[in-house]
């Protein structure tokens, strides 16, 4: 986000290069962060938010990168669509940490990104998302998530 947008709630960009450092075994948690709304017009929260382990064609990747959209406005602004505390966010980049079973066309390093939107487990403002691999496209390791573009 440009840093001349004026949002209703307080927020801070942090971009990190942080996949070198991510293990290639699978992480092992039960909770993780997460940037929640918590009610119309209050302001976005962090949270603890469980970790979700993947099942069938399922794939857990930590999020490197997001951005709000006119959507995560509206449902903090206005509550559309929303049950608090939710978690926002449905773009998402990141780096796949843990593959259920199934999935047949990535792998734990792969760098992904992807549209993740329609539940809890998947959406992009926390620190891991799982979801169904088909929901996620490979991106060139040559070009850092800030550069990419959808």
Do not use: Y
């Amino acid at each position: 986000m440009h840093p001349s947008h004026n949002l209703p709630f307080n927020c801070k960009v942090i971009l990190q290069d942080i996949s070198t450092s991510i293990p290639r075994q699978p992480i092992i948690m039960t909770t993780h962060a997460a940037v929640v709304t918590v009610g119309v017009k209050e302001l976005l929260e962090i949270k603890q938010v469980p970790t979700i382990t993947p099942q069938g064609d399922e794939v857990r990747v930590r999020v490197e990168w997001t951005a709000s959209t006119p959507l995560d406005l509206h449902q903090n602004d206005s509550g559309l669509l929303v049950t608090h505390p939710q978690v926002l966010g449905d773009g998402t980049a990141g780096t796949v940490v843990e593959v259920g079973p199934d999935v047949k066309r990535l792998q734990v390093g792969d760098k992904v990104f992807g549209f993740t939107w329609r539940s809890q487990q998947e959406k992009a403002h926390q620190e891991f998302c799982t979801t169904n691999e088909w929901l996620f496209a490979k991106v060139s390791t040559s070009k850092p998530h800030t550069r990419l573009s959808c």
